[in-house]
């Protein structure tokens, strides 16, 4: 049985490369990396006043690790900070051929409402409503698959929708001044 130990062998080294090759690439970024990373300026931002629209660019991709780095850590620690930057980033890439900022802003959403709802509505009110459909899309696909009548569920979704509501008037409140 010779062979049967240098198999056993191959299959454990073949176990232990695909172990350390599906480590956390986002593990690898600091808070301050992450915010660096996804730094938008004012000038990739929308006007207070967004009529009409600037050109949309997508997302470039190779900020996708970054956004899940950001993702991990406002999860974990309600960072007002990092919720702000994965805002501005949204606003400054709103073409949706990469969803993965709508995405992020979902779980943030669902996992950090309060101070998610607090973040956000320190945004210009054109702004609020630019990001709610990127939010919307973002927090269903976080609920989808979900059990709607879980308790997590049932509260994420009541603040979602007050929140939507909140937009109602939005413009016209900031256009006002």
Do not use: H
Request: charged content about 20%.
């Amino acid at each position: 049985m010779p062979g049967m130990k240098c198999g056993l062998w191959a299959c454990a080294a073949m176990m232990a490369l695909v172990g350390i090759s599906t480590a956390s690439a986002e593990d690898a970024y600091s808070r301050s990396d992450v915010l660096v990373a996804l730094a938008v300026s004012d000038a990739q931002l929308p006007g207070v006043k967004v009529s009409p629209l600037p050109p949309q660019v997508a997302a470039p991709a190779e900020k996708n690790v970054y956004l899940l780095a950001l993702k991990k850590m406002a999860v974990a620690q309600g960072d007002p900070e990092l919720i702000a930057a994965l805002l501005r980033y949204q606003l400054a890439y709103l073409l949706p051929d990469n969803d993965l900022p709508a995405r992020v802003m979902g779980v943030v959403f669902y996992e950090q409402p309060d101070t998610f709802v607090r973040v956000y509505n320190e945004f210009p009110a054109a702004a609020r409503v630019i990001l709610g459909p990127y939010l919307k899309f973002g927090f269903e696909k976080t609920v989808e698959g979900r059990n709607a009548s879980s308790p997590q569920v049932k509260a994420a979704r009541k603040k979602f929708d007050a929140l939507q509501g909140s937009l109602m008037n939005a413009r016209s409140r900031d256009d006002a001044r």
